[in-house]
């Protein structure tokens, strides 16, 4: 009974072999060639990880060397059809990453083509709460041929990250991409931020009926711009540091030189949304004895306060004048990822006019930042 069941598993009549396998008698059933034509049988109707593991078990068992002979030359069979199977796969993952990335340098290079589409322009990704951050990475990865882990690193928690300086196209390539795959970004071009008008602000005139500032129009001359606080559309506020070599002493009493920050300029901005300006003021430049007075008013007899108290005092003034206006005020972290891109940065007039000692990309930095804001929503 035995060989009819091994003939009918030669000739591949399946559901024959199973008739005898169950018809076989009590003494049979143990038989270790019975054993291994069930085996067999489970491989030839698709169960092979089973049957596999079948033949290992008998394998530790037999003892018969015909049996062990063709146990053997089962498991190299299983083992020759996985490998064929693993690379089928890698050919069919190699292909389809193959054609992925022709189609990407396709999109990019047209991307590229349209009107404008060579211009500098910077990728921008957005912040991301933390417990969303896995999720995001996923879709992210594959966009930027990255790998999850890769991808999450990536994406900030705090501010907006500036990831990519490259054509104003292939960025938008990118951004379409991440906006249909839900992960926050936007794009700007150089060209977008370099058409912003900056007005350095000397001091402020006057609050009302309008508003009105002071400013210069060169080394010799000034003007002032009237404008409605109703105008103004967001506000940008940032510390920019201050740099200067201070000399120490080591630990062996040598002297020593480093570069540290010994103070911070304070800038804010207002941007006019629909005249594409942006009045700049600057604590480090502004004129406390000029205009409004920013002096408390239980100080205004004595005609005392401190630059930073009066800065402390325009800025109120700013969120009395402009509630409705928005507040972007996470420069610091941004400012650490645009450090990343010195060339981009000098291409950009940061409009702050101030003694420095020590040269720094920072005003640079927040130039790009509060114009990023400007264009980031239109």
């Known amino acids: ?18 008739q005898l396998l ?43 060397p015909k049996l062990v002979a063709q146990i053997r030359q089962a498991l190299e ?26 189609e990407r340098q396709t999109a990019l290079a047209e991307a590229k083509q349209q ?29 930027f041929n990255l790998d999850p882990y890769s991808a999450r690193l990536r994406l900030p928690s705090r501010s907006w990250r500036l990831y990519r300086a490259g054509p104003i196209g292939e960025l938008k390539h ?15 071009s150089l060209e977008q931020i370099q058409t912003l008008a900056v007005i350095p602000v000397l001091h402020l005139e006057t609050l009302t009926p309008l508003g009105q500032v002071s400013y210069r129009l060169n080394a010799q001359e000034r003007d002032t711009l009237s404008f409605d606080w109703s105008e103004v559309s967001q506000r940008v506020e940032g510390l920019l540091p201050i740099f200067e070599e201070c000399v120490h002493l080591d630990r062996k009493g040598k002297i020593e030189r480093k570069t ?19 009045l700049r003021f600057c604590d480090q430049t502004y004129e406390y004895d000029w205009g409004v007075s920013l002096l408390a008013a239980e100080r205004r007899r004595e005609q005392e306060g401190t630059s930073y108290e009066q800065w402390g005092r325009l800025l109120q003034i700013f969120r009395d004048h402009c509630l409705a206006a928005p507040l972007w005020s996470e420069f610091q972290p941004f400012a650490e990822t645009a450090l990343d891109f010195p060339e981009l940065l000098k291409l950009i007039d940061p409009c702050l006019h101030f003694l420095r000692r020590e040269e720094t990309e920072w005003d640079q930095a927040f130039h790009l930042y509060s114009s990023l804001a400007f264009w980031r929503d239109r």
């Not at 920050?261 to 629909?274: G, M, P, S």
Request: negative net charge; proline residues 5%.
């Open 22 to 64: 169950q018809n076989l008698p009590p003494e049979k059933l143990n038989n270790p060639w019975a054993e291994f034509y069930q085996a067999q049988l489970l491989e030839g109707l698709g169960d092979p990880e089973t049957a596999e593991a079948l033949y290992r078990q008998q394998l530790t068992r037999a003892g018969n």
């Open 174 to 188: 990118y951004q379409s991409q991440c906006q249909s795959q839900g992960v926050p970004s936007f794009c700007v």
């Open 115 to 143: 009107p404008g589409g060579d211009g500098l322009g910077l990728f921008v990704l957005d912040r991301v709460a933390p417990e969303e951050k896995q999720a995001t990475a996923l879709k992210l990865a594959p966009i």
């Open 1 to 18: 009974m035995l060989s009819d069941i091994a003939q009918a598993l030669k000739d591949q009549e399946y559901a024959k072999a199973a």
């Open 260 to 278: 540290q920050i010994l103070d911070y300029a304070k800038v804010c901005d207002l941007h006019l949304k629909e005249r594409r300006q942006i």
């Open 77 to 102: 069979r299983r083992q020759g059809e996985r490998r064929q199977r693993e690379e089928a796969e890698a050919a069919q993952k190699a292909e389809a990453e193959r054609r992925q990335a022709q």
